[in-house]
């Protein structure tokens, strides 16, 4: 197989890997966020702490992982053929999922799921504790899926 050929091969892995995390992020924005502030708060951080632990799994966290990674090394790769308007897609579709999705996990939702998993339900102070966590969870969710989605639109383009 050409190098050309692995290159192609693997933008498609990118746009596919970035586009299951956009619609990850999506999902929880406008689907499970908004189920969670119609429960009581406590059921609602509990569930979130059940949740936090669950995903934690062999089937999000190698492509989280690895998109993050692959996307790095297909950039290197990329501009090593060439500093091209494809190369510059791909560095930018990198960079996006990079510092957008994973940098902002890290930063900031992390964080907050690690404060939430310390916190009891049980606990009165609950109630305010996860409407702040819920609003600014929320928010960086929204963050991390419009830079996933950019992403994948920067690998798709990449292709063209």
């Known amino acids: 197989m050409a190098i050309e050929q692995w290159l192609t091969l693997g933008i498609v ?3 596919a890997a970035t586009g299951l995390m956009a619609g ?8 499970v966020m908004p189920a969670l502030a119609q429960r009581p708060a406590p059921e609602a951080a509990a569930a979130m702490q059940s949740i936090n632990r669950v995903v934690l799994n ?8 690895g998109t ?10 990329a501009f090593i053929d060439g500093f ?8 930018a579709g990198a960079a996006m999922y990079c510092l957008g999705t994973f940098a902002v996990t890290m930063r900031f939702n992390v964080p907050m799921n690690n404060a939430l998993a310390a916190a009891s339900a049980q606990d009165p102070a609950i109630a305010a504790h996860w409407r702040a ?10 963050v991390r899926a419009v830079a996933a989605l950019i992403a994948m639109l920067c690998f798709v383009a990449a292709l063209v």
């Open 13 to 15: 892995v990118a746009a």
């Open 24 to 31: 990850f992020f999506y999902g929880f924005s406008i689907c």
């Open 58 to 65: 062999a089937w999000f966290l190698p492509v989280f992982l």
């Open 68 to 77: 993050a990674l692959w996307s790095i090394v297909l950039a290197v790769a």
């Open 84 to 91: 091209t308007p494809t190369a510059a897609l791909i560095g």
């Open 133 to 142: 966590y819920s609003n600014d969870w929320t928010r960086w969710n929204h």
